[in-house]
T-cell receptor
Framework: SAVISQKPSRDICQRGTSLTIQCQVD?????MFWYRQQPGQSLTLIAT?????????ESGFVIDKFPISRPNLTFSTLTVSNMSPEDSSIYLC?????????FGPGTRLTVT | AQKVTQAQTEISVVEKEDVTLDCVYE???????LFWYKQPPSGELVFLIR??????QNEISGRYSWNFQKSTSSFNFTITASQVVDSAVYFC????????????FGTGTRLKVLA
């Protein structure tokens, strides 16, 4: 299994600002994923991030709003840009490893 | 299109009762994977099991067991002798076996185990 850490674990941000979330894995992985979990809801995939290529975004998510970087095989960042209260969610990164996807502890974002 | 349905939104049981969480899936793929994850109140997602579409054997791990039936497109999860620590939201997920590894999650079942 992979050990994944995320920073920050939580944050409260003002409307209109941006927040960058970091995801660090303890081993090299090809595919990393970013999910959003709105309060009381299921997980929705935002994008898939492969090292050395542009992230692939799911329907309803765009690069201008959620830019992603993947500079190497153990690290990725997700930025939530120009935030609104509707962006208040848990953001989780995950990696495909061994038997399935392993998830980070999540970043709880509240936008006021 | 792929879809995962967890019809039970919330279940409450008394400690030591057995409880089954239902999961029904839809896919056109002949090869796919099914998963269960646990999300305790702390928020992290804990991987519980993966089952591939060619393996219909039931699985038991301690108090947990899983029943996979392709004929009914179901992958149900049973907790035997439930404990308060089992209280969490449980998600069932489906992924295709190749390509994007994209997971489709169900809406989750919140399990409350009362002491």
């Amino acid at each position: 299994s992979a050990v994944i850490s995320q920073k920050p674990s939580r944050d409260i941000c003002q409307r209109g600002t941006s927040l960058t979330i970091q995801c660090q894995v303890d081993s090299q992985v090809t595919m990393m994923f970013w999910y959003r979990q709105q309060p009381g809801q299921s997980l929705t995939l935002i994008a898939t991030a492969n090292q050395g290529s542009e992230a692939t975004y799911e329907s309803g998510f765009v690069i201008d709003k959620f830019p992603i970087s993947r500079p190497n095989l153990t690290f990725s960042t997700l930025t939530v840009s120009n935030m609104s209260p509707e962006d208040s969610s848990i953001y989780l990164c995950s990696v495909e490893a061994d038997w399935g996807q392993y998830f980070g502890p999540g970043t709880r974002l509240t936008v006021t | 299109a792929q879809k995962v349905t967890q019809a039970q939104t919330e279940i409450s049981v008394v400690e030591k009762e057995d409880v089954t969480l239902d999961c029904v899936y839809e896919t056109r793929d002949t090869t796919y994977y099914l998963f269960w994850y646990k999300q305790p109140p702390s928020g992290e997602l804990v991987f519980l099991i993966r089952r591939n579409s060619f393996d219909e054997q039931n699985e038991i791990s301690g108090r947990y067991s899983w029943n996979f039936q392709k004929s009914t497109s179901s992958f149900n999860f049973t907790i035997t002798a439930s404990q308060v620590v089992d209280s969490a939201v449980y998600f069932c997920a489906l992924s295709e076996a190749s390509g994007t590894y994209k997971y489709i999650f169900g809406t989750g079942t919140r399990l409350k185990v009362l002491a």
